[in-house]
Every structure is written in C-alpha cells, then in structure tokens.
C-alpha cells in the first residue's frame, strides 16, 4: 500500500519511474481527509502546495531532473518550526498571530533537497505543554490505539507516521521529545549530536538542550533525512561532509556495545516488557557479531535533576515576559512547567552546567570500551492519554534526558511490542558525531528483526 | 523537546529538602513570586504558581553540586568572531 512505502522506497520507485510523486501526494491527502480528525495529527495541512510542489517534482522526473533522494518525498515539520510565510503556532495561544518571516535552515535544505512539504504537525505547547486539553488545538493521538498517548513533545509527528499519513517528519527533543512518540508510536526517531543540525528559525525552550530530529518509520529513512539536515550545521566540528547513508549496510560484526542495564533494572524498574525486549536485543546484537557487555554510567537520577535545572532556567527566561503578562494565554500543564525557573537561582544553574560538564566526562570515558551505548527508552509502554495519573507516572520513567544533557546522539528505535500491543522501543547511543555507526546498528537491528514492518490497523 | 519535563514533578509534593523549608510556606511562595514579576499568575492562576514553585524547590533538593565549585561550566564560553 503507498501510504506504508518508506521515503527510501519512494526514491527508488521514482528513480525507476514507476511512482508518480503526484500520486504518492493524492494518496496521502485521501488518508489524511479520512483520518485526521480522529487522530490530530496536523495543526495545518498544506494541500495545494504540497500538491503543486508534487507537481513539479513530477514535471523535474520527466525531464531527467531528479534533486536528490528526497525530491518528491513528501514531509511534516513540527509546528515550532518556522516557515516562511506560515503561522509558527507552538500548539498555543501564545504564537496564533506569530506568522515566519524566513525559513528555518532546517526547511531551506529540505526545499533545496525538493523534498514536499506537507503541513505542520501538532505538538505539547512550546514543546513541554502536554498532552494538554485547554489549548487552541487538541492533542494528537496514537495510531496504535486512539485512546493512548502518542509520546511528545513532538506528538503530532509520531502520529502521522504512525498512522501513514507521512513517510517523514521533523520533531525536536530538548528532553527526549522525537524519542517519546518514536517509543509510543513504534517508529525511529533520532536525537543527533548537539550541533549537527541548526536550531536556527525553531522556537527554542531551552537552547543548550534542545535538538532538531529526524524520525520516520525505519531506520534507513532517518539517515535519508539525516544527511539534508546535517548540511545546515554551523558547528566547525559537524561540517566535515558524512554520507549517514553509505555504510548502513555494513553491520554490526565486532561492534562493542555496552548495555547500560542499571537505567531500567537498578536506577527504575521497567515494565517487564520493556526489560524482555532489551534483553532480546542484546540477542540479536549477539547473533549479529556484536560484543554487547555491562556498562556503567552515572544514574538516571545524576542526570536527570541537572537537567530539569537547565530546562527550567532556559525556559523561564524564553517565556517569562509572556508569563508575567499573559499567563491566561498557556495550557495549566505549560504555566506550571515553564513558572519554575522563576523559584531557581543563577547559581542553581551555574551548578547545574558544572555538573553537566562532570556527566559529559563520565559518558565520553564509556566510550573507551564500548562503540556504542544500548540502553531502554520508554520505561513503559504508551499509557491512556486521558488517564492523569498514569500519564504523571510513566513520564519521567525513561532514559532519554542524560543524552540531552552530554549531547551525545541517541537513536531511537522499535524493539518489541507489549501484551497489550504497544510498541516498545530501544536507545543506541554513539560518540559526538558518530552517527554513522549508530545508525549502522540501527538498521543492522532492524534488518534481524520484524518491528518496523509492523504498522498498526486504522479504521 | 522537554517530555520529560516532570508532570509528576509537577504535581504539590512537600520539599523534604532541609533548605527549602519554603515549600508549603504560600507566603514566602508569593513573595518570590511577587519579586519575579509574577503578580498576574498569582492573582489568578495561585495554584500554577505554587505548583511550580514547589517543583523548583524539589529539584533542588536532589540536586547533588559538583564537588568542584571551580569547574568551568559546559558548554564553555567561545569567542564570537
């Protein structure tokens, strides 16, 4: 079925001339028309441009002009992110008359790549606020079942790739917002290295944490979106030009992986489901030629108040002028999140950024006897989005915030699925920059296992 | 970007930290509160403010400073050309 082929297929079908971008457009159109209002998805469905854009795609294949492997291959971009012309909403009241004045880079190399651009996606209020029902647009919701929660923040772009609607979409993680919906909603999603690509144009909440991702339904797509997103790097370390899809092929034979096992057994007990799947992957890895062994690092506890410190002394001085003069404006869950850095001190989060710096030490000697990291991602499978408790609960149990905090790039991925048939998922983590290698066991796991050909039923 | 953002944190639980008496203490919350320019949440959003104000004080709490208070901050300062 078209709405299920991978952006990779979609490239190769146009390459071959046996897919018509326009149809691939129609198609998706028709299923978003179906289905979005049920599933929120989008906050904003470009149909006419998305249909010219696949227009002159079309035209471009006749004539023997082909962009790139993403010409043609349509996208979502996650409503924090600006694009000319268009409403930049952050999901809230706040921004509903904040129209984008230039592109974000991040949309400049998409549009360069020919790549169609297909709307903006929903998402938490700023990235923090959700899943939140006081807002002027409703929650997304997760194709794997309507009643439970997608992930977020970047909640809009989970959905919309989970339930077909897209092959590819950008979200941003400042605390692990593209590897949330990817858990909830079984898909990849991937947090590269803190400047690989540029959070320029995109709505910051905390600018030495956040990260722009990018997610699809399987691993190879990622790397695909990966290598135009890259080229928007300022840092002087990311700019070496890298290929992340060339050597996805080459496995994971010799491959040192060290389990970072005390995350989800010591530091907080997972789900048993969650605890089964890793399990089997350090399996597979093993069939595969990998060396999976025990690591330690510092606990989820070590990393985690650090964190929120930073996250809510950045986010209180985005938003404090708006809090003190509007707070009518923000969701509960936003106001009662972003208010705290206002009750912080310069000196909490001058502490908090020493700290950072000891932590960002402490994963780069893990590096010296592991290749990559294997650790959980979701503590637990997606719960009842309208169920307040288990949403307060399963939230904070996860292991994606200490690669927010030390930069590193963390790939996550679909590992399993629980009774209930939620999908559980898994982090690979790299060396700063080493993305190549982290998305070459990505799709090494992949290719061993049937997770990311499972899609879920949507009536 | 910030899921991880501490709904539960965000829920009214007491400090235990013996420096941050100030959880539970309203007043002492509004003064702060008051100091940060937060009049208008307070006069109608009391209980958001509160709120946040003691989940700052709880991250503070289990918040363990580095044993050097020299060390240089991460990321560290560049110069802008």
């Given at each position: 079925m078209m709405h299920w082929m991978t952006a990779s297929e979609m490239s190769q079908a146009y390459d071959a001339g046996t897919l018509s971008p326009v149809a691939v457009v129609e198609t998706l159109l028709v299923r978003i028309n179906a289905l979005e209002s049920q599933y929120h998805a989008f906050i904003q469905i470009d149909r006419e441009a998305a249909l010219a854009a696949a227009k002159d795609a079309e035209r471009a294949f006749k004539a023997g002009r082909r962009l790139g492997p993403l010409h043609g291959v349509p996208v979502g971009i996650k409503d924090i992110i600006d694009m000319a012309g268009q409403r930049t909403s952050c999901h809230s009241k706040v921004m509903l008359e904040h129209i984008a004045a230039k592109d974000a880079p991040v949309i400049t190399a998409l549009r360069g790549a020919g790549a169609i651009l297909m709307g903006k996606l929903a998402l938490h209020e700023f990235a923090i606020g959700g899943p939140s029902f006081d807002l002027p647009f409703p929650p997304a919701r997760n194709p794997w079942n309507i009643a439970h929660h997608p992930g977020g923040s970047s909640s809009g772009s989970g959905t919309a790739l989970a339930a077909g609607f897209l092959p590819l979409a950008l979200g941003t993680d400042t605390g692990g917002s593209v590897r949330h919906p990817a858990a909830a909603c079984g898909l990849a999603g991937l947090k590269a290295t803190y400047d690989l690509v540029s959070r320029q144009g995109v709505y910051p909440l905390s600018m030495s944490l956040d990260h722009v991702g990018p997610m699809a339904r399987t691993v190879q797509d990622v790397a695909l979106l990966l290598d135009v997103m890259a080229q928007t790097s300022t840092s002087p370390e990311a700019n070496k030009p890298v290929s992340y899809t060339r050597d996805l092929k080459l496995g994971v034979k010799g491959l040192r992986i060290g389990f970072i096992r005390h995350f989800h057994e010591k530091d907080e007990i997972a789900h048993p489901d969650v605890t089964r799947a890793l399990n089997e992957a350090c399996e597979v890895f093993r069939t595969l030629g990998a060396e999976v062994k025990d690591i330690t690092l510092p606990s989820l506890q070590e990393f985690s108040a650090p964190q929120k410190i930073v996250l809510m002394s950045e986010g209180w001085a985005i938003h404090a002028r708006n809090l003190r003069e509007r707070p009518e404006d923000y969701a509960e869950m936003s106001r009662r999140k972003l208010m705290c850095g206002a009750f912080l001190s310069a000196g909490d989060y001058v502490q908090a950024m020493q700290m950072r710096g000891v932590l960002i030490d402490r994963v780069n000697h893990a590096f010296a006897s592991a290749d990559i990291l294997l650790a959980a991602n979701s503590l637990d499978p997606a719960c009842q989005i309208d169920d307040v408790k288990e949403v307060v609960r399963t939230?904070?149990?996860?292991?994606?915030v200490p690669f927010n905090l030390t930069g590193h790039p963390a790939l996550a991925m679909m590992s399993g699925l629980s009774c209930e048939g939620l999908p559980i998922s898994l982090q690979l983590i790299g060396k700063n920059y080493d993305e190549v290698t982290v998305l070459r066991a990505g799709v090494a796991f992949e290719q061993a296992t049937p997770w990311h050909t499972m899609h879920p039923e949507l009536s | 970007m910030a899921e991880n953002m501490t709904n539960s944190l965000a829920s009214t639980q007491a400090s235990t930290h013996p420096n941050t008496a100030l959880a539970g203490q309203d007043q002492d919350i509004q003064m702060l509160a008051k100091l940060a320019g937060l009049e208008g949440a307070l006069a109608r959003f009391p209980e958001d403010v509160t709120t946040a104000a003691k989940t700052a004080l709880n991250i503070r709490a289990v918040f363990q400073a580095p044993l050097d208070n020299t060390a240089e901050l991460w990321p560290v300062m560049q110069v802008k050309s």
């Open positions: 939230y904070t149990r996860q292991a994606r | -």
